[in-house]
Nanobody, 123 residues
């Protein structure tokens, strides 16, 4: 079992930055990859970024490429999402998740989720 706890969300003006953290316990470090998703009100959960735990290989949604950076600290079992040049359309609840199998882009490929952290970007 993997336990995930996100933190770092908040209110920021457009153009600003935030860094999200996801503390992982249990056997998170044995998973192949971890990911970040987000969900805005009345919208489906959307893939943001994923990272292969051991190699550090990353992949991003087109909407955040060049602005967001996913990283991990293996020693601390912590996943990060650095978000720069934030836009109002980035407003959502952000979730970290542990990958189980399949395409990184799909929520069904993950089987452990954190409780989420709210990010609000004002215009």
């Amino acid at each position: 079992q993997v336990q995930l706890v996100e933190s770092g969300g908040g209110l920021v003006q457009a153009g600003g930055s935030l860094r999200l953290s996801c503390a992982a316990s249990g056997r998170a470090f044995s998973r192949y990859a971890m990911g970040w998703f987000r969900q805005a009100p009345e919208k489906d959960r959307e893939f943001v970024a994923a990272i292969v735990w051991r190699s550090g290989t990353t992949t991003y949604a087109d909407s955040v490429k060049g602005r967001f950076t996913i990283s991990r600290d293996n020693a601390k079992n912590t996943l990060y999402l650095q978000m720069n040049t934030l836009k109002p359309e980035d407003t959502a609840v952000y979730y970290c998740a542990a990958h189980k199998s399949g395409n990184f882009n799909y929520p069904n490929s993950y089987d452990n989720w954190g409780q989420g952290t709210q990010v609000t970007v004002s215009s």
